[in-house]
């Protein structure tokens, strides 16, 4: 059934188009990091909080705030349908069996987003949510897909119904014309493209129609969507590994120096009590990639891929290839997945100067999912922000991420600079995040 979007969008009804819907309206990495996190750290007490990196772009004075408190309120009733439980039970995912434990869907039966703290400074919003990790992690997605639409909405709703139906005609034509080049892409050789984009996603019904023309248009080409309520509903592999966050607590809960300097690895070995196969993917930046490789142990080296997250792609891939190489591995057999702000630019550019060297992945988020620049009148301010939900504090201690790149450090001075001390980071190029 084609749904229409403009006439979604111009009756804007909070019943029918509630921006979160689902519980498994989500990412596929927060199952996979939820069970972790319940079997290991479910004590653990964790702060995330919401950042604007677009930091000049004022949130608070954009989106009415009885409203985005309408739509957390409204994700804070939901519960699994029966359906949705007996689907990750027992769906297969990455071509393995049942990788959910029973007790652990008994855990969701019951499961419920804790409480928010919503407030303004600045002309930005703060909002944070603070419980038991278990609960806490599950607010990240939700939590930027509703501020990510109410800016969206509040940047169109000057527009009619015509207007509206022009624009997202222009949308879907921009978007076509994106396929096509990845059609010719995949004419040249091996193609492998996912749907990464439900964080920063202009809405639930746009990110729908996107992952429906990825896999009507790139076929075999198209593996899946990070969103598992999209691919519950579509019939789609749901696809992701893991996160930062895992390696922030766990070098937050570190007594002393030298367990923070394990402390990435220590994660590492527990994510290995658990998965295997496609699901062992590095994230090797959260304090810097440079020192994370050159500290890691030989048996990382035998993980299936890795995921860098933010030097440009190329870079950053030639990086793991130098690393395996080093490391007595094949490349070739390696998995690189590519997502950090990729564009169909960036894609065609990687993916050629990869191809046959490494097993080239690419996660295609915000500039899939909120690509409306030239879609509407000039005076509209349709760029997408840069928004994230990260851990700010872990029992009480603060929580830090460095990232290579600088523009995306978090956590107070003090604590930033004791872990550059600490972890040998190398600094890396600063870009806009």
């Known amino acids: 059934m084609t749904i229409d979007l403009a ?47 677009s930091n000049k772009i004022k949130l608070a004075e954009v989106i009415d705030r009885d409203e985005l408190s309408r739509q957390l309120d409204h994700v804070r009733t939901l519960r699994f349908e029966k359906n949705e439980l007996i689907w990750l039970a027992n769906n297969s995912f990455y071509g393995k069996g049942q990788i959910f434990e029973p007790a652990f869907i008994e855990f969701l039966c019951g499961f419920q987003l804790g409480p928010y703290e919503l407030a303004e400074k600045d002309g930005q919003l703060e909002l944070s949510f603070d419980g038991p990790w278990t609960h806490t992690t599950m607010w990240e997605v939700p939590c930027l897909a509703i501020v990510s639409e109410l800016r969206a909405r509040a940047a169109i709703a000057r527009l009619d119904r015509f207007a509206l139906d022009l624009f997202y005609s222009r949308a879907k034509a921009k978007l076509w014309s994106k396929v096509e080049r990845l059609q010719a892409l995949a004419r040249e050789g091996p193609l492998r493209l996912g749907d990464f984009g439900t964080r920063r996603r202009h809405s639930f019904l746009w990110q729908r129609w996107c992952v429906e023309a990825l896999r009507h248009g790139l076929g075999a080409s198209f593996t899946g969507t990070s969103n598992v309520k999209l691919a519950m509903d579509l019939g789609l592999e749901a696809i992701g590994t893991n996160a ?171 604590e930033v600079a004791r872990y550059v001390k600490v972890l040998g980071y190398r600094a890396g190029e600063r870009r806009e995040a």
């Not at 188009?17 to 004590?43: A, C, E, G």
Request: glycine share 4%.
């Open 244 to 414: 930062h966050e895992l390696p922030m607590v766990f070098a937050a809960q570190a007594r002393d120096d030298e367990e923070l300097r394990a402390a990435p690895y220590a994660m590492l070995e527990a994510w290995t009590r658990l998965y295997a196969g496609n699901l062992l993917v590095l994230l090797p930046d959260t304090f810097g990639t440079a020192n994370f490789l050159a500290a890691a142990p030989d048996w990382a080296a035998d993980w299936t891929g890795a995921r860098p997250d933010s030097k440009p792609p190329v870079e950053a891939a030639e990086e793991l290839i130098a690393w395996w190489r080093s490391r007595g591995r094949d490349p070739r057999e390696k998995l690189v997945i590519l997502s950090d702000a990729m564009t169909v630019d960036t894609i065609e550019t990687s993916v050629r100067a990869l191809r046959d060297r490494v097993q080239v992945s690419i996660g295609w988020g915000t500039a899939l999912t909120n690509d409306f620049v030239g879609c509407a009148p000039a005076d509209l301010d349709l760029k997408p922000v840069s928004l994230v939900c990260k851990v700010f504090a872990v029992d009480g201690r603060p929580a830090v991420k460095l990232s290579d790149n600088p523009a995306k450090f978090l956590g107070p001075a003090d």
């Open 7 to 53: 006439q979604r969008a111009y009756d804007r009804s909070a019943r029918l188009d509630p921006i979160v819907r689902s519980l498994l309206d989500t990412d596929f990495y927060k199952f996979l990091m939820l069970q972790m996190i319940w079997k290991l750290k479910r004590d653990t007490r964790v702060r995330f909080g919401l950042r604007n990196r």
